[in-house]
């Protein structure tokens, strides 16, 4: 489950769900906040902490960016499939990473 809302001048972004990976069997959260960019089309993923994660921009449709997280490189491709569907794909790679990892978002209403 992915939730994303207001925060002030920002919005907020959770996901929640299980991952079975490497012995591991259990839930699995992440938290990001999506800060407004250079222009009213781009923003920039921000950890929790408010370090920088990367930036992003689907005015095209599509947005690839790389965070490099030493000694690991993440790649990330987000493609909007209509206005209420995100594909992202993440590669990540390092010398004890080596995931594809891919989500679709779809819109499902407002959380009341």
């Known amino acids: 489950m992915t939730i994303v809302g207001p925060d002030g001048a920002r919005l907020s972004w959770h996901e929640e769900g299980r991952i079975s990976w490497a012995g591991h069997d259990g839930t699995a959260t992440r938290d990001y906040f999506l800060a407004p960019g250079t222009?009213?089309?781009?923003a920039l993923v921000v950890f929790p902490d408010?370090?920088?994660?990367?930036?992003?921009d689907l005015a095209a449709g599509s947005w690839t960016a790389q965070h490099l997280c030493s000694p690991d490189t993440y790649d990330v491709h987000y493609r909007a499939a209509g206005a209420d569907e995100l594909h992202i794909e993440w590669s990540v790679n390092g010398p004890h990473k080596d995931l594809l990892l891919r989500s679709v978002l779809t819109?499902?209403?407002i959380a009341e």
């Open 39 to 42: 222009d009213p089309a781009s």
């Open 107 to 109: 819109r499902k209403g």
């Open 50 to 56: 408010g370090r920088p994660f990367h930036p992003l």
